[in-house]
């Protein structure tokens, strides 16, 4: 079983830059596809930006498109989301997810239930 932290969340003002880190420990995750999901007090969590194993497939939402990069350490077992030109509509909790071997392939990365290991989540707010 394989355990989520996440890193890296706080306070920014509107265009301003942030970048997440989350590390993973209890088994490599190297084969699975991961992805950075956000909930905001009130709202379904919503998808964000998944990567395949290889960081050769990237899926990202349209209300992060262009801003948001994801990326993948899987020497270290971390994954990066940089957030650039953050909004104030950025605020929410930020959470890292792991599918099992073989799920959430391909556009089945943007579904939340595809992934069966979550973080705990790290809390950004941009302030207008």
């Known amino acids: 079983q394989v355990q989520l932290v996440e890193s890296g969340g706080g306070t920014v003002q509107a265009g301003g830059s942030l970048r997440l880190s989350c590390v993973a420990s209890?088994?490599?995750?190297?084969?699975?596809?991961v992805a950075w999901f956000r909930q905001a007090p009130g709202k379904e969590r919503e998808f964000g930006v998944s990567?395949?194993?290889?960081?050769?497939?990237?899926y990202d939402a349209d209300s992060v498109k262009g801003r948001f990069t994801i990326s993948r350490d899987n020497a270290k077992n971390i994954i990066y989301l940089q957030m650039n030109s953050l909004k104030p509509e950025d605020t929410a909790t930020y959470y890292c997810?792991?599918?099992?071997?073989?799920?959430?392939?391909?556009?089945?990365?943007?579904?939340?239930?595809?992934?069966?290991?979550w973080g705990q989540g790290t809390q950004v707010t941009v302030s207008s």
């Open positions: 209890g088994r490599t995750f190297s084969t699975s596809t």
């Open positions: 997810a792991a599918a099992g071997l073989g799920r959430a392939m391909g556009r089945a990365s943007m579904t939340a239930q595809n992934y069966d290991t």
């Open positions: 990567i395949s194993w290889s960081g050769g497939r990237i």
